[in-house]
């Protein structure tokens, strides 16, 4: 004898119990009342239920009434060290399918999950760890609210069936994470803070801080201490941050192109596309979205900051308004047209960069298909990064080739930020070579060469046969 097989057979709209009269058991029951779900709550002390604090159709009732109310399933929507007070309820719930919504209380957790103790104490119920990455908010907006995934797992099949049943009548996405041992993952997910952001927040601050430290070492500390009291410590809190905010966007920019080239180059060397990439480039390859966010970010507050230049000017020195004499001073052709178009790069760049933030948005890259998508990403991404690359270079000028750049021997702070980004376009443009271009796309339609198909043949007869 097992459980499942004392499983009942649930109607249509079956009775669904939840024990548990908190703010997750109110959302869990409105929404599964708007999903046509007919819903029992128990509770130790239903009179202490503040009347109109659930739908009046749910019916309020003590714990054993709410369990023989339901069909064959039970939200334990009780806080799990109070899981030992329902042992007296084991007969009662034999056979039913026990619904695990708790997160786990820390991130490092040991021993079991709270799913697998909720087992261990229940043997003769089916459990089933779900819904505990769903907030009472998302419980309550439901599918109105764009796509909310449902992780399931159980070691009963019979009892994720009727989970993920109910999960889809209740317009949620069930996804199957497997057997009840990836609880203890499901559980600690939602303590997790941007756990795919902490990589590329860490390098974007590491090159703001470069950025910053060898400005404020080139254009303050030195020519203080060389020149004998000059001081420009002023240009800390304005000047300095938007001379690194670019620099930062155009290396971040190019870090999203970087590991795409790098797999490419990796594919040509190894001459087949079924060898996996290391571990460190397949995480940078996860985190291209990321950075490319990080970077539109600087490029934003950077044409911020510059508009709020000239306001600082306007505050520091008082405006004349007297009639202006009628010396008229030359016209520097060359100066206007190194203005207008670094002006113009910067704007068209931070304007195909807004694009490629907007289409990051899932609400917005679910409606392309992958050409689409492709293009966007990587097509107008490229454009962006020359617009990026012009703009610095249109706003150096020929002020490189000046041995006053280079005081103290540090050259300025856009040379240094045009150097990887450079490289990646200049990598990018031998990939489009013909011949280059033919045989990535051949390896990437699954041709091997006769070397990779002799190394890989090697390590499969090295592997021992048992």
Same mark, same amino acid.
């Given at each position: ?95 039913? !399918? ?75 996405? #069930? ?106 480039? =397949?995480?940078w390859l996860q985190r291209r979205k990321q950075l490319g966010l990080l970077s539109f970010l600087c490029a934003a507050l950077h044409g911020v900051y510059s508009l709020c230049l000239p306001l600082r000017r306007i505050t520091l020195h008082s405006v004349s308004l007297k ?6 001073? #030359? ?25 490629? +933030? ?39 000028? =020929? ?5 006053? +750049? ?12 045009? !150097?990887? #980004? ?11 070579? #013909?011949?280059i271009f033919t045989r990535l796309t051949r390896i990437r339609r699954g041709w091997e060469s006769k070397l990779s198909q002799l190394c890989i043949d090697s390590k499969l007869r090295s592997i021992p046969q048992f």
């Amino acid at each position: 004898w097992s459980p499942a097989d004392a499983l009942p057979v649930c109607l249509t709209s079956p009775t669904v119990a939840i024990l548990g009269s908190g703010d997750f058991s109110r959302s869990l029951a409105l929404r599964l009342v708007a999903s046509g779900v007919r819903v029992v709550v128990g509770s130790r002390c239903v009179n202490r239920i503040p009347s109109g604090l659930f739908p009046d159709a749910v019916e309020l009732r003590n714990q054993e009434g709410a369990v023989s109310q339901a069909v064959c399933l039970v939200f334990m929507a009780v806080f799990p060290e109070h899981y030992c007070s329902l042992l007296g309820l084991q007969s009662a719930l034999a056979g039913k !399918v026990l619904v695990d919504v708790s997160n786990g209380a820390e991130m490092n957790i040991h021993g079991p999950s709270n799913a697998e103790r909720l087992a261990e104490l229940f043997p003769d119920s089916l459990v089933v760890k779900g819904f505990n990455t769903v907030s009472t908010w998302e419980l309550q907006t439901g599918a109105h609210d764009g796509s909310r995934q449902v992780m399931i797992c159980s070691n009963s099949t019979e009892g994720k069936k009727k989970v993920v049943q109910l999960a889809r009548q209740m317009g949620f996405h #069930p996804v199957d994470m497997g057997g009840l041992s990836a609880a203890r993952e499901i559980e600690v997910a939602p303590l997790r803070l941007f756990p795919s952001w902490s990589g590329p927040v860490v390098v974007t601050f590491l090159l703001f801080l470069f950025f910053y430290g060898y400005g404020f070492l080139r254009g303050i500390l030195l020519p203080f201490l060389a020149q004998g009291g000059h001081n420009a410590f002023y240009r800390l809190a304005l000047d300095l941050v938007n001379e690194s905010l670019p620099a930062v966007a155009l290396v971040t920019l190019a870090l999203v192109y970087f590991p795409g080239l790098f797999a490419a180059w990796l594919q040509l060397w190894r001459g087949t596309k079924y060898q996996r990439f290391p571990s460190w480039l =397949d995480n940078w390859l996860q985190r291209r979205k990321q950075l490319g966010l990080l970077s539109f970010l600087c490029a934003a507050l950077h044409g911020v900051y510059s508009l709020c230049l000239p306001l600082r000017r306007i505050t520091l020195h008082s405006v004349s308004l007297k009639v202006p004499h009628k010396s008229s001073e #030359p016209w520097d052709e060359l100066g206007v047209w190194r203005s207008d178009l670094y002006l113009s790069c910067g704007v068209l760049g931070l304007g195909v960069l807004s694009l490629l +933030a907007i289409t990051s948005l899932p609400t917005v890259g679910n409606t392309l298909n992958w050409r689409e998508f492709t293009f966007v990403q990587s097509g107008l991404g490229y454009i962006a990064l020359t617009l990026s690359i012009m703009h610095t270079l249109f706003f150096g000028w =020929d002020f490189a080739f000046h041995i006053e +750049a280079y005081p103290f021997y540090m050259p300025p702070s856009y040379l240094l930020a045009v !150097v990887v #980004p450079c490289i990646v376009l200049v990598c990018r443009c031998f990939l489009l070579l #013909p011949c280059i271009f033919t045989r990535l796309t051949r390896i990437r339609r699954g041709w091997e060469s006769k070397l990779s198909q002799l190394c890989i043949d090697s390590k499969l007869r090295s592997i021992p046969q048992f």
